[in-house]
């Protein structure tokens, strides 16, 4: 950018964002800056804002792009539409309307290799998904229905088991199957299920969102689940058997419990492996596992004789 803004700030993601969050961002951005959208204000301040979510998506969301720009940022060249000499060449641009554009359709790194959006990018696509037209200005024909964006809340029990159900939506009511161990923030796109468009144009699409809150005694990595287990220091000493909470896929909450031997001498901090009881994997089938750390919890009091026998042990090192 000729600007030297920072492509994280543009889209409101910190630089250890992954993947999902950055397009996210993007999408939200878009579809709130887009200069077709914008009923008050300075259109043309829409229109540079527009410019610099795209610009930023565009870097952000190539592997090897923001590879570079992480370690050179704007000095690396050729991010802000440089032709020529920069690290991207390759670069076209054009322009709808007051708008000016850029994008990139080969340079040194081709579309081969790129996993992100960036390595064939225009920016015209995002404005036929969201609004069905592509570009600015009055002369422009929408090729579908307008797209619906939907979030929904999945209780985890479902996220476990997987559901089907009934929902209702601006275009009309329609059915959808949660699958099981669907993930927090999971996007789920059913063609044609969007508005209606114009005589002779397919409907848009539909957009969900799914929220799956997780129990207070899970934190989720992937199919994998993190326990903490904070445990007396004598319980380490001397060893014990524990119970904790894992995915039971028999029982209708999705939550049991599993027994763990914690031997003589277990340092705090340690993890154990519970394998097969985290959650169900989505397409690889299985369940993940439980990750169990064990903490040591020290007593804020103890009693007179407890002091004592601590007293004597420490005299005892």
Known sequence: MANGKDYYEVLGVPKNAGDEDIKKAYRNLAREHHPDVVKDGDKTGAEKRF?????????????????MYDQYG?????????????????QQ???????????????????????GAGSDFDPFDVFEEFFGF??????????????????????????????????????????????????????????????PG?????????????????????????????VLYEMDFSRLILGDTIEVPVVDTSVKGGIGTAKLKIPAG??????????????PRMRAGGQGDVIVQVEVQIPKKVSKKQKELLEEYQKSL
């Open 134 to 195: 592509r570009g600015f200005g009055s002369n422009r024909a929408p090729r579908k229905g307008k797209n619906l964006y939907y979030e929904m809340n999945v209780e985890f029990a479902d996220a476990v088991h997987g559901a089907e159900k009934k929902i209702n939506v601006e275009s009309g009511e329609i059915t959808i199957k949660i699958p099981a161990g669907v993930h927090d923030g999971t996007e789920m796109r059913f063609a044609q299920k969007g508005m």
């Open 266 to 279: 277990t340092q705090s901090g340690t993890q154990f492996r519970i394998r097969g009881k985290g959650m």
């Open 93 to 115: 641009g054009g322009s709808w309307g007051p708008f000016s554009y850029t994008y990139s359709s080969g340079g040194p790194f081709g579309n081969a290799g790129a996993q």
């Open 74 to 90: 704007h000095a690396g060249g050729g991010f802000a539409g440089a032709q020529g000499n920069g690290p991207f060449r390759g």
């Open 198 to 226: 114009p005589t002779g144009t397919p409907n848009g699409d539909l957009y969900l969102t799914l929220r799956v809150p997780m129990p207070s005694q899970f934190k989720r990595i992937g199919e994998n689940l993190g």
């Open 51 to 67: 410019k610099e979510i795209n610009e930023a998506y565009q870097v952000l969301s190539d592997p090897q792009k923001r590879k």
